[in-house]
């Protein structure tokens, strides 16, 4: 786990860091989506620098965001061949049976590519300049409209900070328990599918035992100090909206529309 | 089999930007046979330590010398194996690795992985059980269905299954009530005695150390700060206290018998030892008051 990037939190206190969870939110749901309008070299350049221009304001190093994308290298290139022998269309460029290398598809394998990376890029700047428990606060306060359809917004907060909250804890003692468990023999990583599936079992059965009983003291210890659901709390950490926010909303709209733009003009 | 540590630093999550040492510089040696205790402060290092015993964590600077393998930081992940059998690690809270339908299935886990056949490893999963005393009508039980101290002698029946020369054990007495203390140390006790095992035990018990050690290393803050014989360590009371470490309970009240009057050379670390120098001070007194 010592290698694993990606969803983390780097503390730091730089312009991203300080920006207000909600519109860091707010900002990435944009950027996700306009990745989705981008479909020509100079919308991806766009989008690109502006990515670039995002993650030189976090004041963490280019690397480290590369290190993230590191895990999901084999998604990345099983998507990308899978791009490449089945997209059709366009020039063929080398044909064995049924499979073939095409223009449209080596273009099309690109663009997803570039898809998948910008995406995960994007997110990972979320996480790694906001806490968890300010994302779940960000994401409360975003759906909160929803309270008037008496959707239990609070709750799922509730549930989402408990969650995110006990992610590295869990991940902390997956790691205990695989080391329990080397030590008493198993190779992890090692042997057929059928060996390495057999070596899952005595990491997960502990760790939902761990993890259903730690449940259960936690309802407990809630209930001990009187929580009760669907009260109106108030927040520790109250979410506050400033010029930062609303300049940075501006920067990520232009940019949008110029994307949006270049793709009408068909550039 | 003896085992050394050569200049050894380790950094967790080294080449990120969570980078944190753990281990400074650390030269010491775990002598065959031999029952060493390991004591310090929490965060001191003392888990960090014992997971490079067999090489679970691998020094990021510095070797490791386990009977004869060197375990360097470019020693491969591979053929780690026979290693794990040689050197038994019963973790902190190691109840929570249990994970097989029955308490035998899960001693006998252990040897299994190691190539021994299923009949073999159900004798000796039987035999282990029988030397942590856990009862024959336990072991076809589910582990979840024990007692937590129960649970603590299965998980610990599962690394003694593997037969190993050096046994480690992090805190294994953590969260026991002093009867299921008693039980585990008299268990390990047994084992160095008996089987001639190599013992390194992490403890906050300072009486367990006293009673039961042969060599102490002491950690603090990453570092090995000192090591030797439980009457060389407990000695010196001041640095003691300025470490934040307790001393036995025995040393501590000739300590303050000290300052009314008693003289006690060497400092007792027993009930024993205090006894014997207590008694000849007391009569004197008596025959002095009376007399």
Do not use: C
Request: charged share 20%; glycine share 8%; hydrophobic share 50%.
């Amino acid at each position: 786990m010592d290698k694993f990037m990606f969803g983390r939190y780097i503390p730091g206190d730089s312009w991203v860091h300080r920006l207000d969870p909600r519109a860091k939110l707010i900002l990435t749901f944009i950027y996700i989506g306009v990745v989705f309008f981008a479909n020509s070299v100079w919308t991806y350049a766009v989008l690109v620098v502006l990515l670039l221009a995002s993650i030189f304001a976090t004041g963490i190093s280019l690397r480290v965001f590369l290190r993230g994308l590191r895990p999901l290298l084999w998604l990345l290139m099983f998507t990308v061949v899978i791009q490449i022998f089945f997209g059709a269309g366009g020039h063929v460029y080398w044909q064995w049976g049924w499979l073939s290398v095409t223009h449209d598809g080596l273009i099309n394998a690109l663009l997803i590519l570039m898809r998948f990376v910008l995406i995960i890029m994007v997110s990972t700047l979320l996480t790694f300049s906001t806490q968890p428990l300010a994302i779940a606060d960000g994401i409360e306060s975003l759906l909160s409209p929803l309270r008037k359809v008496h959707f239990p917004v609070a709750t799922l907060a509730l549930m989402l900070s408990l969650a995110l909250r006990f992610v590295p804890t869990l991940m902390d003692e997956a790691e205990k328990i695989m080391n329990a468990q080397r030590a008493r023999g198993v190779d992890f990583g090692t042997g057929g599918l059928k060996q390495q599936v057999k070596t899952i079992v005595p990491i997960l059965i502990p760790l939902f035992v761990n993890a259903f009983n730690r449940a259960v003291d936690i309802s407990t210890a809630m209930e001990a100090r009187g929580y009760r659901d669907g009260e109106n709390r108030t927040k520790f950490r109250e979410l506050k909206w400033h010029r930062q926010d609303t300049l940075s909303l501006i920067i990520y709209v232009v940019f949008s529309v110029v994307v949006i733009g270049l793709r009408a003009l068909q550039l | 089999m003896d085992i050394a540590f050569e200049k050894v630093n380790y950094w967790y999550q080294a080449g990120t930007p969570f980078a944190v040492q753990a281990l400074y510089d650390i030269n010491l040696n775990i002598p065959a046979g031999a029952f060493t205790a390991v004591i310090g402060q929490t965060g001191s290092g003392k888990s960090t330590l014992i997971q490079h015993l067999n090489a679970l964590l691998k020094p990021t600077e510095g070797q490791v010398i386990i009977g004869d393998r060197t375990i360097t930081p470019e020693t491969k992940n591979k053929h780690l194996k026979p290693l794990r059998k040689k050197v038994g690690l019963v973790f902190q809270f190691p109840e929570n690795q249990l994970f097989e339908e029955t308490v035998l299935k899960d001693i006998a886990f252990g040897p299994q992985n190691f190539g021994i056949s299923e009949e073999e490893a159900d004798k000796l999963a039987r035999q282990t059980a029988k030397m942590v005393g856990l009862d024959e009508s336990l072991l076809e039980r589910s582990p979840f269905d024990l007692s937590g101290g129960q649970m603590r002698r299965a998980a610990i029946a599962g690394v003694l299954a593997l037969e190993p020369d050096v046994l480690v054990l992090d805190e294994p007495t953590a969260g026991l009530d002093p009867r299921g203390r008693n039980d585990i140390m008299g268990l390990v006790r047994h084992l160095q005695a008996e089987k001639q095992l190599t013992i390194v035990l992490i403890t906050h018990q300072m009486d367990d150390v006293a009673n039961y050690a042969d060599h102490v290393i002491v950690m603090a803050h990453g570092h090995m700060v000192r090591q030797g014989t439980p009457r060389e360590v407990f000695s010196d009371v001041a640095w003691l206290n300025e470490n934040q470490l307790e001393l036995p309970t025995a040393t501590a009240y000739a300590n303050q018998l000290i300052q009314k009057g008693f003289t006690f050379d060497p400092l007792p670390l027993t009930a024993d030892e205090l006894a014997d120098q207590l008694v000849p001070q007391l009569a004197k007194q008596g025959v002095a008051d009376h007399g």
